[in-house]
C-alpha cells in the first residue's frame, strides 16, 4: 500500500480506501472524450495513489488533512461525469469519491429546502423528493451520472432551468472542507446583504478550492399541471427572436429549446419539415399560468407552423440517452458538445460564426448547435461536432483546433466560454482570456484557499 494510503487506512479505516487496479483504472477517467482517447493511445498521466471513500465531512477533513501532510495533491469524484476532464487526476494523486455520503440530512416543507449530502446521485436526490410530493427543479442530462456535489462545484444547469433557474439559483447555503482541513459552513437564508457571497466561492469550484460535503437546496411542490407545443421556424434565427420575445416579458417556460435544421432533422425525424428548425416549448406550474404562458409563447410564435405536443413528448422519453464514447472511439470518430452563450444581440451571429468556423476542421462530420437555457438578456448554444480526423493518431491536435475554434467565436462575440460544463482542465488555458481583468482575482483566491496547490492542480486553474 501506498504511504497515503496507509496513514488514511491507519486514521479511516482499511474499508473506506482501495488501491486495487481496477478501483484505481476507474477514478483515471471522467466523461472527458480526450482522456479517454489518450488512455486507448496510452498517453494518460499514470494512475492515482490511492481512493478514499468518506462517509462524513469529518473523515473528508481528515483525508485533506493527511493530503496535506504528505504533499499529495487531493481530487474530489463524484460521479465522474464531467466532460472537461476536470476530475481526472494527476499520477500519485488522492482521489476522494463523495459518493458514500449520499444522505437527504432534512426537508423543509415551511422554507421549501432540503439540506443534503454531497455525494448523494441527482437521480435519487429527484427520485427521493418526488416520493413525498416536491421537485428540486434541476435536471441535467447526467442526472443519474452525476453527484449533487459535481453539479455545484461545476455550476451545471438542468434542462428545466429557465422555470427554476441553475444551481446557483438553488444552492442557498453549503458546507465545504478547505484546503487546511477547516470546515466552512455558509448557512441556507432566502437572502441576505453581509457582503459578497462566500456561498458563490464553491459554486464551480471544481475541487480547486475546497471540497463541498453538503448543500441546501431550494425545491418546489410538484407542478399542478403542464402543457406542450412545438413550433417550426425556416431559420434559427427567427427561432431565437421568438425565445427573445417570450423571455423579455417575464414569460418562463420550463423548456423553450430550439434546434438547428441538423439537429431538427436528426433528433425529430417524424416530424420536423425539411430544413426547418423545431422549437420546443413546455409550461408547467398552476393551471392558470400555464395557460396564459402557452397563450403568450403561441403568440410570439405567430407564423411558425405549430406541430403539436408530440415532438416534445418524444425528447421527454429520450432526453438522457446517451451513447458512450467507446461507440465511436471504436470507429475511429470524435464527437464532443461545447456550451457557450452570448446576448441576445450577439447570439444569431455567433451561432452562425461557430458553424461555419467548424467546417474549416479537418475530417468534420457535422456541427451543429441549438439553444436550450434563455434568459432575458440572451441564451446559450449547445453545439455538437463530430470528425473523423484524417490521421487518427493525430485525432487529439484536430480535436483541439475544434474546441478552439469555438472558444475563440465565443470571446470574439463577446460571449462566454462556458455556460454549463465548467472549465475542468480543458478549458483552464481558455480562462485568462475569458476572465481578463478579473483572472488575478482568481489567482489570488486560489493562492489564498490553497496555499500548497494540492487542491486539484491543473482543474479551473492551469498549471504555471
Ligand atoms: C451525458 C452527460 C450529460 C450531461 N448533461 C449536463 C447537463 O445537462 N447540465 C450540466 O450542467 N452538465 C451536464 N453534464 C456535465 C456533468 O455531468 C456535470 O458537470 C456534473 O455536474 C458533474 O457531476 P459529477 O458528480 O459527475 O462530478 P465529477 O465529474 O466527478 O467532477 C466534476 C468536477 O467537480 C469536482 N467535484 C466533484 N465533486 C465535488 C465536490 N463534492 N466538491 C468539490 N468539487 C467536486 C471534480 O473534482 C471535478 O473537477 C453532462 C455530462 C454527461 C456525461
Known amino acids: 500500500m501506498s504511504e497515503i494510503g496507509t496513514a488514511l ?83 500519485g494523486s488522492l482521489v476522494i469519491d463523495t459518493r458514500a455520503m449520499h444522505k437527504l440530512l432534512e426537508l423543509n416543507d415551511a422554507a421549501l429546502w432540503v439540506r443534503v449530502q454531497a455525494g448523494m446521485m441527482g437521480g435519487v436526490y429527484e427520485a427521493t423528493l418526488a416520493e413525498q410530493g416536491y421537485t428540486g427543479g434541476h435536471f441535467p442530462q447526467s442526472i443519474d451520472l452525476a453527484t449533487i456535489g459535481g453539479l455545484v462545484a461545476t455550476r451545471s444547469a438542468g434542462q428545466l432551468s429557465t422555470r427554476y433557474g441553475n444551481i446557483e439559483d438553488l444552492c442557498l447555503g453549503l458546507e465545504a472542507v478547505l484546503a487546511s482541513g477547516d470546515v466552512v459552513r455558509v448557512k441556507a437564508v432566502p437572502r441576505s446583504s ?40 425556416p431559420t434559427m434565427a427567427a427561432g431565437l427572436e421568438a425565445i427573445r420575445k417570450i423571455v423579455r416579458v417575464g414569460w418562463r417556460p420550463a423548456v423553450v429549446r430550439l434546434y438547428d435544421a441538423v439537429e ?7 416530424w420536423a419539415p425539411a430544413d426547418q428548425c423545431l422549437l420546443l416549448v413546455l409550461s408547467e406550474g398552476p393551471r392558470t399560468l400555464v395557460d396564459a404562458e402557452m397563450a403568450a409563447c403561441a403568440a410570439a410564435c405567430a ?25 465511436f472511439l471504436d470507429r475511429e470518430m470524435l464527437v464532443d458538445t461545447i456550451e457557450i452563450a452570448a446576448g441576445w444581440d450577439r447570439i444569431g451571429g455567433l451561432y452562425d460564426a461557430v458553424v461555419a468556423s467548424l467546417q474549416g476542421v479537418p475530417g468534420l462530420l457535422v456541427g451543429s448547435a441549438h439553444s436550450s437555457h434563455s434568459y432575458p438578456q440572451g441564451t446559450n448554444l449547445y453545439i455538437t461536432f463530430a470528425m473523423k480526423p484524417p490521421d487518427f493518431a493525430d485525432a487529439e491536435k484536430h480535436y483541439l483546433d ?59 486553474v492551469a498549471r504555471g
Not at 63 to 70: G, T
Not at 264 to 270: E, I
Not at 303 to 327: C, F, I, M, Q
Request: glycine share 12%; hydrophobic share 45%.
Open 194 to 233: 453581509t457582503g459578497p457571497s462566500l456561498r458563490e466561492l464553491f459554486l464551480g469550484s471544481e475541487g480547486a478550492l475546497g471540497i463541498v460535503t453538503e448543500a441546501t437546496l431550494r425545491i418546489f411542490p410538484k407542478a399542478e399541471h403542464r402543457a406542450m407545443e412545438t413550433y417550426a421556424f
Open 9 to 91: 487506512a491507519r486514521e479511516l479505516g482499511p474499508d473506506r480506501v482501495a488501491e486495487d487496479a481496477a478501483t484505481l483504472t476507474a477514478h483515471q477517467v471522467d466523461y472527458w472524450i480526450l482522456a479517454h482517447l489518450r488512455a486507448r493511445q496510452g498517453r494518460l498521466d499514470g494512475p492515482p495513489a490511492c481512493v478514499v471513500r468518506p462517509q462524513s465531512t469529518a473523515e473528508v477533513a481528515a483525508a485533506v488533512r493527511i493530503a496535506q501532510r504528505h504533499g499529495v495533491a487531493i481530487v474530489p469524484y463524484g460521479g465522474g461525469s464531467g466532460v472537461l476532464g476536470g476530475a481526472v487526476p494527476p499520477a
Open 402 to 460: 475544434a474546441w478552439g475554434r469555438v472558444m475563440r467565436a465565443s470571446l470574439d462575440a463577446g460571449g462566454t466560454i462556458a455556460h454549463h460544463h465548467g472549465i475542468g482542465r480543458l478549458r483552464a488555458e481558455w480562462l485568462r482570456e475569458e476572465l481578463g481583468t478579473a483572472y488575478p482575482l482568481l489567482l489570488a483566491l486560489k493562492r489564498a484557499l490553497d496555499p500548497a496547490g494540492l487542491m486539484n492542480p491543473g482543474t479551473l
Open 264 to 270: 431538427s432533422a436528426r433528433n425529430f425525424t417524424d
Open 303 to 327: 407564423g411558425a407552423v405549430a406541430l403539436g405536443a408530440k415532438p416534445v413528448e418524444h425528447w421527454l422519453g429520450h432526453r438522457n440517452v446517451v451513447p458512450s464514447w467507446d461507440t
